[in-house]
């Protein structure tokens, strides 16, 4: 997927929002966008989605199925959680089969029963990116997927930016808390000023491996949780040292 | 896109939102039938109503777009495309559909003096299809997508009905002929001007269609 010369102003004579933008979206990577409130941010995250038109320049080669996660997911509607992802998923064609999975990961089934104007902010934010999830994407956008969500969901879309990236789909996320810089291969482009630039890796201060010892079959679960949480987890068993999955 | 349209008629119906054009709709045809319509003025109170009842269909079908939150409606964008759009109109559509069998089956029942013959009855039905087509069209380019503040998409609504009575009034190609087939039909040579009034609606419906699509190309 490639983004080239794009503009983009809501009204005419309006300063432009975006300007020069060429992103080339490679099959597998994960890009995390970032940049001050008010950027721009969102903007070319509904750019790639397919929902706004560039004012000038050409988005070409955007994947078929697209899933999109909104900042703010709409729970003003007259709906259950199962009802909704009912219609989601014959609307996206997909089996609700589906919909058991994907509550299931993220820990919501104890909502399926609740109506989406009653949800807590990050219960509602859970079917936002349930919804988007259901579909399974080859482009999936995700704007401020972590905010407000429990640790283990964290995890769990960490998991699954990874495991679409690692299948050849693209993520594109804004990403606030910083949970998917652990992830391999992301690239992060900031916007700031209108334009969209590739930040350089900043040097860190020295690194300390702290180990930790308990049973395999709670080590992946372990590693997800470290990496939503920031860190780059290393799992070792007799004595075999190699990077977590 | 029937899943989508289905999915915005269950919104619908369980918003509060469908009440309010069905009482206007009530109220309006429950005054045009209060006394009676007696035999031979059939055709002439079928073209009132469905020339009156055009703002009841156009805000039905922008209550029913308008009840999808917009970031909803990107969700539905990036699920079917631009069969989003249609799959809006669609389900609008079949609301108005209800309204209208709602305003020609309640005269049968109990406004009309007699059974009309079967042509009046099938003109009649043609008038408010196309009343409904008008104002699912009015709707739609009203609609939050379109016209993000409600005060001005109301005046727009409201407005733009009064503006095709007035303008209707001097031809019927000026503008979606309501006026036209009302006064036709109350002067009994509704039969020699219907081809006319057909083209010209099927017209003005077409441009407000393609207005429509033009403007939601940047209005997501």
Redesign the interface.
């Known amino acids: 997927m490639r983004i080239s010369g794009l503009y983009l102003r809501y009204r005419r004579k309006d300063p432009w929002v975006l300007a020069e933008v060429d992103l080339e979206l490679a099959p597998g990577s994960v890009i995390e966008v970032v940049g001050p409130n008010g950027s721009g941010k969102s903007t070319l995250l509904?750019v790639i989605?397919?929902?706004?038109?560039p004012t000038r320049g050409t988005v070409t080669g955007r994947p078929a199925i697209?899933?999109?996660a909104?900042e703010?997911?709409?729970a003003?509607?007259?709906?259950t959680v199962a009802g909704y992802l009912r219609?989601?998923a014959?609307?996206?064609?997909v089996d609700e089969s589906a919909i058991d999975e994907w509550t299931s990961r993220l820990r919501m089934d104890h909502l399926l029963g609740q109506r989406l104007p009653d949800l807590s902010k990050g219960s509602a934010h859970k079917v936002g990116l349930a919804?988007?999830l259901l579909?399974g994407p080859d482009l999936l956008?995700l704007d401020e997927p972590f905010a407000g969500l429990d640790t283990a969901a964290r995890a769990e879309i960490a998991l699954t930016v990874d495991a679409i990236a690692t299948r050849g789909g693209i993520v594109v996320a804004s990403d606030h808390q910083g949970d998917l810089r652990t992830l391999p291969n992301v690239t992060r482009y900031e916007v700031r000023d209108s334009r969209v630039r590739p930040m350089t890796t900043q040097a860190s201060e020295p690194i300390l491996n702290v180990s930790v010892r308990l049973p395999l079959s709670r080590a992946s679960l372990l590693a997800a949780h470290l990496r939503a949480e920031g860190h780059e987890p290393l799992l070792s068993q007799d004595e075999t040292v190699e990077a977590a999955e | 896109m029937i899943a989508l349209t289905r999915f915005r008629i269950a919104g619908y119906a369980r918003s509060h939102r469908a009440f309010q054009p069905l009482l206007l709709l009530l109220v309006v045809i429950s005054l045009l039938y209060a006394t009676g319509v007696p035999v031979g003025n059939e055709l002439s109170s079928y073209a009132d109503s469905a020339a009156i009842l055009i703002p009841a269909f156009a805000w039905a079908a922008r209550g029913l777009l308008d009840t999808e939150p917009d970031e909803q409606r990107m969700i539905a964008l990036t699920a079917v495309g631009r069969a989003e759009l249609a799959s809006g109109l669609l389900a609008a559509l079949a609301c108005n559909t209800i309204l209208a069998l709602i305003a020609l089956v309640w005269p049968l029942a109990g406004g009309f003096a007699a059974i009309p013959p079967v042509g009046t009855l099938a003109t009649g039905i043609g008038l408010h299809a196309l009343a409904v087509l008008a104002g699912t069209v009015i709707g739609a380019l009203t609609s939050r997508a379109i016209l993000p503040s409600p005060a001005i998409s109301i005046v727009a609504l409201i407005g733009g009905y009064f503006a095709i009575l007035m303008a209707g009034s001097s031809s019927v190609w000026a503008t979606f002929p309501a006026m036209t087939w009302m006064h036709a039909a109350n002067h009994g040579d509704l039969a020699t001007r219907l081809p006319a009034i057909v083209v010209s609606a099927t017209v003005w419906i077409g441009l407000g269609l393609l207005g429509y699509a033009g403007l939601r190309r940047t209005r997501p």
Do not use: D, E
């Open positions: 509904r989605a397919g929902l706004l038109r697209v899933g999109y909104p703010r997911f709409p003003a509607q007259p709906f219609h989601l014959a609307i996206r064609k919804q988007a579909c956008i």
